[in-house]
């Protein structure tokens, strides 16, 4: 049996003006988030992101922002049994995703059964996740001092 890396990604996709793509679960309705996924052996946690971004949502546009921010938090019971025997807790690497608008995304429909995009305040807040709720709080300020989806101002003395 293979079992999950207890290492994975959350990575908060969001618009300039700070709408958040929020997935409800498949496995649990009403549980709303970002995109998420396992580390797989041998992989960077930036191709984690990536490929997490494209399997659930169908993005392939942006780049990521790593924001060198870890989570370590306990497995809740009832997914335990996908870790190896002993493993209780994760640790979960954050990026963002800025897109230019909110647009329709490709769901996988054995991970989400619905999206919807909000205002930042109203997505930290439908989120069951305590760590994803922290990092859609966090993101006004991230976001505007990686300049959003915008790129970072020209410097006056580089050549034109």
């Known amino acids: 049996m293979s079992f999950k890396r207890p290492v994975s990604v959350l990575v908060v996709i969001h618009t300039p003006d700070l709408q958040v793509l929020l997935l409800e679960r498949a496995g649990h309705p009403g549980f709303w988030q970002s995109v998420t996924g396992s580390q797989e052996e041998g992989e960077a946690l930036l191709a984690t992101a990536r490929r997490e971004v494209v399997e659930e949502t169908g993005i392939v546009e942006g780049a990521l922002l790593d924001w060198r921010i870890r989570n370590r938090y306990e497995i809740f019971p009832q997914w335990r049994h996908r870790y190896a025997p002993g493993v209780s807790h994760n640790e979960e690497h954050v990026f963002s995703l800025c897109v230019p608008a909110a647009v329709p995304v490709v769901m996988a429909p054995s991970e989400h059964l619905a999206q919807r ?8 807040d439908a989120c069951f996740s305590w760590s994803n709720r922290d990092a859609i709080l966090m993101l006004p300020f991230l976001a505007s001092n990686a300049h959003g989806c915008q790129p970072p101002p020209r410097d006056a003395n580089a050549p034109k």
């Open 117 to 124: 995009w909000l205002p930042w305040r109203e997505a930290a």
